[in-house]
Each structure stands twice: as C-alpha cells, then as structure tokens.
C-alpha cells in the first residue's frame, strides 16, 4: 500500500481579518487555499511563515467551511509575531487533528460547560455546534470564569445564548470592576446556581490546568460519573500526528487520542493536571 | 528454514557487482569497532559478520537526525543494509507502528522502509552490555529482516526470510541450497553458545514486564539518585533503535525540518507561557524510562527496549540502567 499524502505539509490560508477580543487575545480569520473542515474541539497547527507554528482548537462553527476563527493568547513567541499579523497576510495550516467533542453523544441530554479563561476558545465552537442540534439535546448551560471583566472574550455571546431556547450563560470574575454585572467568584461556585438532572447531564470542562483540576473535583462531588465528564487536555501538541512524543501523557498521545478525553479515560494517569 | 551458501569470495564479488544498481551499506569493523559504512570495492572484504551490533541503530537509516519534510528528495536507488543485528529489527518494528500508523503515514519513512532490503546478522557473541534475551529478544533473526547472513570459515550462509529478500538473493546465481548437516547443526551450536552467554551476564536482571513494574514503582529518590550524573546530553535517546521523538522546525516558505528530539533535553514538554511538566531533571529523566517500560508497551505491541545497552555504553555520566533494575529487582533489599 502506498499513500502520496503529507502529514507534514501545511496548506495556506489567507488571514481576512483580526478581530480584537482583549488586550491579550485576539481572534483570526483565515480562508484556507484548499478545502478543509473539522470536528468541534479537534484542533489545528496554525502557523506564521518561516517562525512556527502552535496548536488551537478553532473558535468558529463546524458547520462554517469557507473560512475558520482561531483565538490565540499573546503567550509566546510564536502567538507575539501572530498578533502582529494584518489581514492579507498568508499563514499555514494543518490538520485537524484529534477526538474532538462526541456531539451526538450528548443527544437527549444536559450539556453543561464550565469554562475559564482561554478555553472560551474550543467552548464557543462546540456551543455553535450544538445550537445547530439543540431541537436534540435537553439543555446547555455555560458557566464561565475569567480574572478579571477586561479578560472576558465574547462578550455578545453571553447575551445572544441567554436569548436561545434552551440555552443559560452564567459568567463570574476573580475580580470585579464597577461596571461588572455577574458574579465574583470562582467559576465552580456558579456550579451551586444551576440545576442539572444529573442521571440524564454531562459535563464539558475547558479552561487552565489548576481550573479543570477543580472544575473536576467539584463534578465529582456534585455526582458526576467518570465518564459524564469530558476534559479538553492542552500539552505540548506539536506534530498533531501521534509521533513526535511532545504530548505524551501517560500512554496517551494527546493531540491523537484527544485532545477531549472523559475522565474515566484519564482517572489512572498521573499528572494530568500539570 | 531452509539455508543457502555461496563461497565468501564469490560473495563479495557479487557485492561489488551490485553496488551498480544498489547502495550498500554494512556493517564493517574498522579500528574504531564496528559500524555502518557505504560499502565500496575497498572495504567489501572488512564486512562484520557474527559478531554483535554496530555502534550505530538501524534507526539512523529511516529517521534521519535532519530531514526537510515538504519538500525532501526521495532516494534514487534501493538500498540494501548488510549487518542489522536483530535487536535492531526488533526495534524497527516499533517504529514501523508509529511512522506507519494507519491514520497517519509518513511517507519519507514509507518509502525508505520499502527501497531498503535488511540483511540481518546472527550474533555469536556478546559485547559488554547486550541483554536482548533478558527482553525475550533472540540474538539472530529468523522473522522481519528480509535475509539473515552468516560466515562460516570460507562460506557465507544466508537464510531466505521474505519474498523481498528472496527475490534479492536471486541476482546470486552461485548461490546454492546447503545440504551439510555440519555447518548447519555448528551454526545452530553458534545459537546456543551465543545465548547462554547473554543470560549468564545478564542473570538476576528483571524480564521486560518486570521491568515495568519496577519503574512505574520506582519512587522519586530513586530518579533523583540515578539522575544525578545525568547532563542531559540525549545520547541515550539519539543512539536508542527505538527512541523516535522530533521537533517540527519552520522554515520560509511553510517548509517543515523535522529534526530528532529527546525528552531528557530541558524545554521537551514547555508550552507558551513557560509550564514544563519536565522540567526537572529527575522528571525527565524518570519520563525516558517510563516512556519505554510503562507506556509504549500499554499503547504498540511491539517491544521499546530491545536490551541493545547502547544507551549504557553512550552514557557520559556512566549512567547503567540496569544498574537500577538490578537495585529493584524483586527479591533484592
């Protein structure tokens, strides 16, 4: 058997706009050359030419295919050339790469998402995608937690999933400021404001490492089964291929066998927090 | 299995013959020891045979140190590689999981896995620290090289592996079926002797699977105590027959270098923002071990140890890795 495709090679894709969603973030529009879908939460390698390139998972729907939303934090130094990119400008993609969310598995049932900070990114795709189900699912309920009202990206998207049949949007900040109208908090504490029918829930967690270790703790305590619990995991995705080892947790390779996992998958692995 | 033979003489006559339309490469044992070199008319007859592995892993010959990934060359000829030992073919069938994985190919490996013809040699004795039976690794190959050569005396015995090797070996037409019981009952004595010799070093140092209980046990003093000479120079990783990690290197005109990577180097598992899961060493250095003793055998079927010691001999530090096996073997204290 001989295959021609590489794995390796990206394909281009014209950034058409930057939209600003904070100080430290903000979302691309590119339109890829050649013809390219994903599933939400799978992600991609994204890349400036000639500098690097870094793994996200697609902010914008999995149903829009002429062009993809990517939101990058100005973390590094790949994400600081990112940020300083104008519309025209090429980049490369590949992928998509990984497990992303079992959406028709959630059929029939509650969806609630707890997210902080970044992780709104993978969040607001897979809200997209179950919207475009919703008349098959029960409810879906966000909580969401940044540190302060300033790092809150999205902000219509609050507004417009409170105005969607069967869809809540909860939001709470480290620290508050005068204008700021939800809660202060940590975001599991928004976790005791919602009702969930638990034998019939599960539960979507993405965000920072030290918020998904609590996030979990407190789905388990609240009654959530092990695999009513599905993480979004972050490592140092690099190939996206399952080969060069970056990712490795455990057995798993993270850009391969996840990025999304149920905590039954991971229960038994060390270290997953870190 | 059926054994062939052509006189040693006429052997390295075909050789030279060949090198028309193949590049060779052997294992030949020069004053260094013994490695891999192209062969040539003038080292043809300085081919290693019988004896154990070459300094270098028949890795080098599929993932290259460096390669450009989107826009690499593809080799022009077939290759034939004579010398693999077999806890090198061992190896390779791991690394065949990874490159060939159904989902995604790499298509630089596939082709070179397929333009080369692997001539595996039968070990008849043992350097310093091979302990490829302790790993049920047998010190010649009968399955997945394509041929298997040995010299005996004036004779060079060869024994037909794959339809590969077989379609190879029928460019030699003075090759003919051994029928001397002799030489075939001494080579098989070869076997044994050579076998005896690895688990008589290599007594009291735990199976494969025991190992991976005692790593995955192994508590935080242990990485500490074994880690402390460790400088992170990656040698053990670099001459590993199964150590495959890489880093994707991006060059203008989205062009990819893939170049060989380690997890005992400092930075291996940093995202964006600096978090390190390795970034101690003793965590980096506990990662190597778990990664080949715990991990890679619950994800492939295939063996990440093949007990070759080069990790060992490499060792700047003098780093013994069965030095720490042997301190938690069962039954020790």
Known sequence: MTNTKNIYKPIKAKLTEVIDESPLIKTFVVVPEEEFSFGTGQFIELSVDGIGEAPFTPSSSPHVTDKLEVTVMKTGYVTEIMHNLKPGAYMGIRGPFGRGYPVEKFFGKEVIILGGGCGLAPIR?????LEHVKDNLEKVILCYGSKTPTDCIYKPLFSRLNSIDKFEAYRTVDRADDEWDGSVGVVTTLLNKIKVDLKNSIAVVCGPPIMMKFGTIRLLEMGYKDDQIYLSMEKNMSCGLGKCGHCMMGEFFVCKDGPVFTYNELRNTPDIWK | MQYLSIKKEEWDKAIEQLLLSYTIFAAVDNEFGIDYEIVSPENVSGISYNKAKPATSLKTFFLPVKENVTSGASLKRQRVIIGAPNCDIQGLKLLDEIYLDKDFYDIFYQERRENTIIISIDCFDKQEHCHCSSYGIKPWSDADADLSVIRTGDLIVLRII?????????????????????????????????????????????????????????????????????????????????????????????EKIKQLDACQYPGFERVAGGEDSLGELPRRFRNRYMCKYVWKPQKFSSIACTGCGRCIEACIGKINKNELFMELAPGRS
Do not use: M, R
């Open chain 1, 125 to 129: 795709s897979l809200l997209f995608a």
């Open chain 2, 162 to 254: 794959t339809p590969k090797g077989e379609k190879f070996i029928n460019q030699f037409s003075l090759v003919q079926v051994l029928t001397d019981k002799n030489i075939i009952s001494e080579i098989d004595k070869s076997h044994s002797k050579a076998e005896s010799l690895l688990i008589e070093s290599n007594k009291g140092l735990p199976d494969y699977k025991a190992t991976g209980v005692i790593v995955k046990n192994a508590d935080d003093e242990i990485w500490k105590k074994y880690s402390t000479n460790c400088v992170s120079c990656g040698a053990c990783a670099t001459i590993c027959p199964t150590c495959s990690c890489f880093l994707l290197i991006d060059k203008p005109g989205f």
